[in-house]
């Protein structure tokens, strides 16, 4: 239900700011279900930069491209994308980081690739 809810929300709002509602909503909700079941929210100073940097890719730039890309795109070809996008990161990972695919990501990639010829 996200994607056609997300393209009717863009009928009156701009994409990231309905991004941005949808994700501080998300964050307080799960915020609070880690409060209400008594876990602490405070994260080693370490980590925080790996943190924000994680966040800012995933968050910002995934939601927000993706919103973006709903203002031109059917919902049907937004969530090809979206949803194919594990199989474009493993085909990426080798030319681009040097990870080649090992045999169970090259038969994880045929099943995924046989969905989308289907």
Do not use: Q
């Amino acid at each position: 239900m996200n994607w056609p809810i997300l393209k009717l929300l863009l009928r009156d709002w701009p994409p990231l700011f309905s991004r941005g509602i949808a994700g501080t909503a998300a964050g307080l909700i799960l915020a609070g279900i880690a409060v209400w079941r008594g876990e602490s929210l405070l994260l080693p100073r370490h980590i925080v930069p790996r943190l924000l940097f994680a966040s800012f890719t995933n968050v910002f730039a995934w939601m927000g491209c993706a919103a973006v890309a709903l203002k031109t795109l059917t919902i049907g070809e937004g969530a090809l994308v979206v949803y194919t996008m594990p199989i474009w990161a493993t085909l990426f990972a080798w030319p681009i980081l040097g990870i080649r695919p090992t045999l169970r990501d090259a038969a994880a990639l045929l099943l995924g690739l046989a969905g989308l010829a289907r």
